[in-house]
């Protein structure tokens, strides 16, 4: 993942979508948290978009710190389970991006993120979207669920917060991503997670700007109701 995702479409579409959501809805923002952070690449791009903002990455896998200090130079990086968040009204904005749905008990990382966050704070999420698009790469990636935009919307709610936008994104995408899990609905033997990742330079480049397209779309107000993944921002 470290040395595929900088240069892939989705991984590369959905920061800019994240650098542009935390800009508009949390301009104020001191300090950022981000949950799960994986290899860092998310943070990164924070970093520098954001220079000023005090940034945090948590992650319950050692591994994937490794790999983020090597991209970032002054965020904080520690291990944590996101069931156990030891802060409280600490954060500005809190972000977990497609990592609840590896998580059973999600709403009590979304109680726990409330906690964590401060008043007049929020949160930025994305998760997987559509039951009807589970595949093989869901099984493989250990998910527990793909969310539907009326779940996901409840659970944020009775967690305490106060949804202010709510969109779905990969969406011109959609057609061409149903016909891609359609093919993975029987197991493979032989099944490569990352074979999705590994594309022709000009595919990648053609589906990026497909996306940039969706982006401005979303930028100008538009909310897209099918997607292949969700984008949700709420405040407390």
């Given at each position: 993942?470290?040395?595929?995702?900088?240069?892939?479409?989705?991984?590369?579409?959905?920061?800019?979508?994240?650098?542009?959501?935390?800009?508009?809805y949390f301009p104020q923002a001191q300090n950022f948290l981000e949950i799960g952070c994986g290899t860092g690449f998310v943070l990164a791009g924070i970093e520098k978009a954001f220079p000023k903002l005090t940034l945090s990455g948590s992650e319950i896998f050692?591994?994937?710190?490794?790999?983020?200090?090597?991209?970032?130079s002054k965020a904080d990086l520690f291990q944590m389970d996101a069931c156990k968040i030891p802060f409280e009204e600490e954060f500005n904005v809190i972000g977990a991006f497609d990592v609840l749905e590896h998580i059973k008990e999600d709403r009590i990382v979304l109680a726990e993120m409330y906690r964590a966050t401060k008043p007049g704070g929020g949160i930025l999420l994305t998760v997987p979207q559509h039951p009807w698009l589970w595949s093989q790469a869901d099984d493989y990636a250990h998910h527990v669920r793909r969310y539907r935009a009326q779940e996901l919307k409840t659970k944020v709610q009775r967690a305490g917060f106060k949804i202010v936008r709510m969109t779905s994104f990969v969406s011109l995408l959609l057609p061409l991503m149903l016909l891609s899990r359609s093919q993975q609905q029987r197991p493979q033997l032989n099944y490569d997670p990352l074979s999705e990742l590994r594309i022709s330079g000009l595919a990648n480049s053609i589906l990026g700007k497909v996306l940039d397209f969706e982006r401005a779309a979303i930028r100008l107000g538009m909310s897209f109701p099918l997607g292949g993944s969700l984008l949700l921002i709420a405040k407390k």
């Open positions: 993942m470290a040395t595929l995702e900088a240069k892939n479409f989705w991984f590369c579409s959905r920061n800019h979508l994240l650098l542009w959501a935390l800009g508009r050692s591994t994937g710190l490794a790999f983020a200090a090597q991209r970032l």
